[in-house]
């Protein structure tokens, strides 16, 4: 089990950026696919963006593509989201999500342990 810490989140205007980044705890990081969803009001939980345990691999959902960028530096346990040109229909309360299974997955059920989250609000 690995516990996550989600931090950078905020209130931006449309066709702004803001990094988010998560923070796990424990050794074993490295053997975690990692994955960022979003989740706006009424709606069900949806896959953002994941990337490989090296690193060197990621995948995003469409809407995302060429605006946000997933990474890590497993040397300090931390996973990062870079989201630029946001647009008001980014706004969301954004997870941290973990894996041992294959990495990758966009179903939020594939995932075993989650940040608490962190609120993105973009304003047109």
């Known amino acids: 089990q690995v516990q996550l810490v989600e931090s950078g989140g905020g209130t931006v205007q449309a066709g702004g950026s803001l990094r988010l980044s998560c923070a796990a705890s424990?050794?074993?990081?490295?053997?975690?696919?990692m994955a960022w969803f979003r989740q706006a009001p009424g709606k069900e939980r949806d896959f953002v963006a994941a990337?490989?345990?090296?690193?060197?691999?990621?995948i995003y959902r469409d809407s995302v593509l060429g605006r946000f960028t997933i990474s890590r530096d497993n040397a300090k346990n931390t996973v990062y989201l870079q989201m630029n040109s946001l647009k008001p229909e980014d706004t969301a309360v954004y997870y941290c999500?973990?894996?041992?299974?294959?990495?990758?997955?966009?179903?939020?059920?594939?995932?075993?342990?989650w940040g608490q989250g962190i609120q993105v609000t973009v304003s047109s």
């Open positions: 990337v490989s345990t090296s690193g060197e691999t990621t």
């Open positions: 424990g050794r074993t990081f490295r053997r975690y696919g």
């Open positions: 999500a973990a894996t041992l299974g294959r990495w990758g997955d966009r179903v939020a059920g594939a995932y075993n342990d």
